[in-house]
């Protein structure tokens, strides 16, 4: 299929812009993209012009504008799926008091579709559209446990496998006889993985043996999570799982990873 270079540019350019890193420089872009700096001024200009992009005229960083926010409003609203899988993850959410989350999987990490809430939030942000790291959360344990081995590799050499608490696990070794774990008791529990304090118990989502499509969890704190409560919760969430596998076919069909994802794992294992 042909592609327009130019607009291969401004994609690149708006790929650079994560959680992690949500301000670039000009000097920045252009070393890590390769693209010549009068050309990224011109691209830059015509990005904040529209709307895309934010220019701190003080810093002279670059972030992304409000026509995302506005655009993510707009995707969000679309999705079909909300429709009908909603009254189940709410009431999942009345059944077990904790936060319940949908996600799918997206370019080797978890994407949060969709949150439900206690009435009285713990936390004053909304995950909805959150990329996280699979190896450090109970979705994405779940989702990696039914992937091929040479799928979980090439997650773990493009991305790594950082540690953000103690109990992260952030070897291969270790992540694989966690991941045999999970597939035979059916479930998969964040214990305390990616932020201390908070546990999840997570559940995949399929609509047949090899066709992986998501995961649901309930989060909260870590008290409330015991080895009593975390059967009951797997329960509860398996049942919601089997309620909406119907409607899985809804569901945004996205690649493990792309091409260019599979490409760099690829390289870091011949470099390696």
């Not at 008290?223 to 049942?239: D, H, L, S, W």
Request: with cysteine.
């Amino acid at each position: 299929m042909k592609t327009i270079k130019s607009l291969e540019k401004v994609c690149q350019i708006f790929d650079c812009f994560t959680e992690d890193r949500p301000e670039w420089s000009l000097t920045e872009l252009s070393r890590v993209l390769a693209i010549p700096k009068t050309t990224l001024v011109t691209l830059m200009g015509t990005l904040c012009a529209c709307g895309y992009l934010e220019k701190n005229e003080v810093s002279n960083r670059y972030s992304l504008g409000l026509r995302f926010f506005e655009l993510g409003f707009v995707v969000r609203n679309q999705m079909e799926i909300r429709t009908y899988i909603l009254p189940t993850l709410e009431e999942l959410q009345q059944q077990t008091g904790e936060i319940v989350y949908l996600t799918v999987p997206r370019s080797g990490k978890a994407l949060y579709l969709e949150a439900v809430y206690p009435s009285v939030r713990l936390i004053q942000y909304s995950t909805v559209g959150r990329l996280a790291y699979m190896h450090a959360t109970g979705v994405g344990k779940a989702m990696l446990a039914h992937m091929r081995t040479e799928e979980i590799d090439a997650v773990a050499d493009v991305h790594g496998l950082p540690k953000f608490t103690p109990n992260t696990l952030n070897n291969r070794s270790d992540l694989m006889k966690e991941l045999d774990h999970i597939r035979q008791r059916g479930y998969a529990v964040d214990n305390e993985e990616s932020e201390l304090s908070i546990r999840c118990v997570a559940v995949p989502i399929r609509t047949g043996k090899d066709n992986l499509v998501g995961a649901i969890s309930v989060s909260g704190p870590s008290v409330n999570f015991t080895p009593e409560t975390i059967e009951q919760y797997a329960t509860k969430v398996q049942q919601a799982v089997s309620q909406i596998t119907r409607f899985a076919h809804l569901l945004p069909r996205i690649e493990w990873l792309t091409d260019d994802h599979r490409q760099q794992a690829a390289s870091n294992q011949e470099n390696a």
